[in-house]
C-alpha cells in the first residue's frame, strides 16, 4: 500500500477501521472457516447488497462533463480504479475529496475519480474550497444526465452518500459501500491484498451467523410457548457450535440454555468449566459465565462459588480495570448476601464506567445496592438506559 494511502485512511476524520462484514471482532470470535457460510443458516446471496455486481464486469465509461482532469475513455489497466459518488449538498465531503485528490496525484499504479451530482456550480465551488493547504482537486466528472447513479449506485443499491465503488484492473466490480465503512477494505484493494471471493465467503458467513442468533433466539422463544422442547434447543445450540467451534458466544449460548430453559444445572456447570478451560485466557467469554449465572431469571440453581472463581480470572485478566467486568463482581457479591463487599466492587466499577448510556446500568446497579430498596441476595430488576436508542 502507499504510503500516501496509508495516511489517508490513518488521518481521515470519518474512515473508522470499520470492520469488514464476517471479519472477526471480538476475541470470542473464530478465524473464519466459511462451514457457516455454506450451512443451512445461509441466506440467497441474490438478497444481501453488499455482493451485488461483486466480480461482475462494470459497464463501460460513458457520459458526463469533466470538470477536472482528463476524460474517462477506459478502465485501468494497472491496477484498481477507486470511484467516489458525491454530492456538494452532503456535509464532511469536501475533506475526502481533497485526500482523494492527493492520492490520485502520488500514487502509481491506482486510479482515483470522483462523480458528482448536483449544480455545476455548487460542485466547481466545492473543488476550489477543499481543505487544507494545498488541496488538490480530484479527477472529476459532472454526472449530469444520471447516467453513471444508473450505472452504479442503482444497481448496487448505494442509499448513502459519498460511496465508494472500487474497481479492479480487470474492469470488474471488488467492493462498494458507504464512504464511511470502507477503509479496510480500500486499504486491502490498493495492497492488493483483497479477493473478490474471500470478501464474498466472509460476507455470507456474516450473514449467515446474524441468521443462527435469530434461530437460537427464536427456539428459547418457541421452548417458553411449548412449541419446541429444551432438548431441541441444546441440539441447535450444539450444531452451532460445531459449525463455528471456536466462537466462545456460541457455548455461551449451550451453557444458558443448560441453565435456564433446560433446567439442567448439574450439566449445564460442567459445561461451564470445559468452557472456562477452552477459553481460559478469554476475558469475554469467561465474565459471561459468571454474569449470566447471577444474572438471568430462571435459574433454579445458582452456583456462586463458580461464578466468582469466573469473575476473578475475567477480572484478572484485565487488571481489575475493565468496567463490566467489576460490574459482574459486585452483583456476585451482592447475590452472595454481602452487602458491603459488593458496594465496593460497584464503586470500583462506576468509577471507571463511561459517562455514556454504556455505564448508566454499573451506576443503576450501585443505586440498586445502595437505596435499601432491595434486600441482599435479592435481584435487582433489569435495566436499560432511558438514553438509548
Known amino acids: 500500500m502507499s504510503s500516501v494511502f496509508g495516511s489517508f485512511l490513518v488521518s481521515s476524520p470519518i474512515f473508522g477501521q470499520t470492520v469488514i462484514p464476517g471479519q472477526p471482532a471480538q476475541p470470542s470470535a473464530a478465524p473464519s472457516s466459511h462451514q457457516m457460510a455454506s450451512s443451512r443458516f445461509a441466506p440467497d446471496p441474490e438478497t444481501i447488497r453488499e455482493l451485488r455486481m461483486i466480480g461482475e464486469p462494470v459497464p463501460p465509461p460513458s457520459g458526463g462533463t469533466m470538470i477536472k482532469g482528463e476524460p474517462i475513455t477506459e478502465w485501468n489497466s494497472e491496477g484498481p480504479t477507486i470511484l467516489i459518488f458525491w454530492s456538494p449538498f452532503v456535509g464532511g465531503t469536501d475533506t475526502h475529496l481533497a485526500q482523494l485528490g492527493e492520492i490520485g496525484a502520488k500514487s502509481e499504479g491506482i486510479q482515483t475519480i470522483s462523480i ?135 457455548q455461551v449460548s449451550k451453557f444458558d440454555i443448560l441453565l435456564t430453559i433446560a433446567d439442567r444445572p448439574d450439566d449445564a456447570y460442567a459445561y461451564g468449566r470445559e468452557i472456562a478451560t477452552r477459553f481460559s485466557n478469554n476475558y469475554l467469554v469467561l465474565n459471561d459465565l459468571a454474569w449470566n449465572i447471577v444474572s438471568l431469571p430462571d435459574v433454579s440453581r445458582r452456583d456462586l462459588d463458580f461464578a466468582l472463581e469466573m469473575s476473578r480470572r475475567a477480572n484478572a485478566i484485565q487488571g481489575y480495570t475493565d468496567y463490566s467486568v467489576l460490574d459482574t463482581m459486585g452483583r456476585i457479591w451482592w447475590m452472595r448476601g454481602d452487602a458491603d463487599e459488593a458496594i465496593r466492587w460497584q464503586m470500583m466499577a462506576v468509577a471507571r464506567a463511561f459517562g455514556t448510556w454504556h455505564g448508566d446500568s454499573t451506576r443503576a446497579n450501585l443505586d440498586a445496592y445502595t437505596n435499601g430498596y432491595l434486600k441482599p441476595g435479592e435481584m435487582p430488576p433489569p435495566y436499560r438506559s432511558p438514553r438509548r436508542q
Not at 474492469?171 to 490498493?190: C, D, F, K, Q
Not at 483483497?194 to 434461530?215: H, K, L, P
Open 116 to 250: 458528482a451530482s448536483g449544480p455545476r456550480s455548487r460542485v466547481e465551488r466545492t473543488l476550489d474550497n477543499l481543505p487544507g493547504r494545498t488541496p488538490i482537486a480530484p479527477r472529476t466528472l459532472l454526472d449530469e444526465t444520471g447516467s453513471w447513479q444508473k450505472a452504479f449506485v442503482e444497481p448496487l443499491g448505494l442509499t448513502t452518500l459519498p460511496a465508494v465503488v472500487a474497481i479492479d484492473k480487470h474492469g470488474e466490480v471488488v467492493y462498494h459501500g458507504p464512504m464511511n465503512t470502507a477503509s479496510m477494505a480500500l486499504a486491502r484493494i490498493t495492497s492488493n491484498n483483497w479477493s473478490s471471493d474471500g470478501y464474498r465467503d466472509s460476507v455470507m458467513e456474516y450473514m449467515s451467523r446474524q441468521q443462527a442468533s435469530i434461530a437460537l433466539n427464536e427456539i428459547r422463544g418457541r421452548v417458553r410457548r411449548g412449541q419446541a422442547t429444551a432438548d431441541q434447543a441444546v441440539s441447535l445450540a450444539e450444531e452451532l457450535i460445531e459449525l463455528d467451534a471456536q466462537n466462545g458466544g456460541r
